[in-house]
Nanobody, 122 residues
């Protein structure tokens, strides 16, 4: 079965950076688009970023564009989310996700990780 495991969350001050990662198993890594969603308490789960499996084109939510960078490592079967200049509004559980492919921010992935907590304090 497909397994996605996130790590690298934590607690930081506003303006600092984190780089959570996600390792994939039980799948042909390059056949899936990979991405990140997040969910804050009492709010809907929202799209954050994604990267295509075919050509590595990336997509970002408006609120993180310019601050976050998604990347993937085919050899390690991992996807990363470099988060710079973090804001308190970024506080959420971040979920790794996988799907056949992505063509925009309106993406419905098939597989999900368990999530990693990111907390940003003022």
């Amino acid at each position: 079965q497909v397994h996605l495991v996130e790590s690298g969350g934590g607690s930081v001050q506003a303006g600092e950076s984190l780089r959570p990662s996600c390792v994939a198993s039980g799948m042909t890594f390059l056949a899936y688009a990979m991405g990140w969603f997040r969910q804050a308490p009492g709010k809907e789960r929202e799209f954050v970023a994604a990267i295509r499996w075919s050509d590595t084109i990336t997509y970002y939510a408006d609120g993180v564009k310019g601050r976050f960078t998604i990347s993937r490592d085919s050899l390690k079967k991992m996807v990363y989310l470099q988060m710079n200049n973090l804001k308190p509004e970024d506080t959420a559980v971040y979920y790794c996700a996988a799907g056949y492919n992505v063509y925009g921010t309106n993406w419905s992935p098939t597989y999900w990780g368990q999530g990693t907590q990111v907390t940003v304090s003022s």
